[in-house]
């Protein structure tokens, strides 16, 4: 048996050949000295929070070792991604007590809803580099959200934001029939699973 095959990947996912570019809409121009990170909505302060790049350059790094596993069933295995915990943001800026989800903004509009849970992993990162390389721009560059476990839909390339929510939320695909948890290995691709 090859190595290829013995790889475990979720229910119903094949493995990608190289790596996939795939996004909604148009790739972004290169606005990085613009960047900027906010974290709004339910805050535990009440005030919303801003992170320019400098900041964010500051904070530790964290590296995240996972698979991209898109919805449409496509698996980019075994990524070492370099980056910022998602738990430092939550951290940095706490979500108000009772907030439960968040909705992660990108550039355009794009945004995905999360539970706060797994936003919380210790495997979600804020990441900036994959496989030692920075992302490109195609991939997310400055900076994009990967959450292993989840589909590939809920990680934003081109984070700009997240807003803590106490109520769920739909972002982009979600409102689109894709399933609002997302989780890989439980197969949760549809909304009408949930
Ligand atoms: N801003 C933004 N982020 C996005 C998307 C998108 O359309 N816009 N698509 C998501 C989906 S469905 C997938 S599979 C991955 C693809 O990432 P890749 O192009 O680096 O393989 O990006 C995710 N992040
Ligand atoms: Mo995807």
Not at 5 to 34: F, K, M, S, T
Not at 93 to 100: I, K, R, S, T, V
Not at 179 to 188: I, K, L, P, S
Request: proline share 7%; hydrophobic share 40%; with cysteine.
């Amino acid at each position: 048996m090859s190595v290829a095959n013995q790889q475990v990947l979720p229910p119903g996912q094949r493995l990608a050949n190289g790596w996939p570019e795939l996004h909604y809409g148009r790739v972004p121009a290169d606005r990085v000295d613009r960047w900027s990170l906010t974290v709004t909505g339910s805050t535990e302060s009440g005030h919303d929070h801003e992170l320019n790049r400098e900041a964010f350059a500051a904070l530790p790094r964290t590296t995240s070792r996972g698979d991209l596993h898109c919805v449409t069933r496509w698996t980019v295995p075994d990524n070492l991604w370099l980056g910022v915990a998602a738990r430092t943001i939550l951290d940095l800026f706490p979500p108000a007590a009772d907030a439960e989800f968040a909705m992660v903004w990108a550039e355009y509009g794009y945004s995905a809803n999360l539970r706060l849970s797994d936003l919380a992993s210790p495997r979600s990162v804020l990441a900036t580099h994959r496989d030692g390389e920075p992302l490109s721009l195609e991939h997310g560059w400055p900076v994009r959200l990967v959450v292993p476990h989840l589909y590939a839909y809920k990680g934003p390339k081109w984070l700009r934001g997240i807003e803590y929510l106490t109520q769920p939320g739909r972002g982009f695909w979600e409102q689109r029939g894709y399933h609002a948890v997302g989780d890989a290995w439980r197969e949760e691709r549809w909304a009408y699973q949930e």
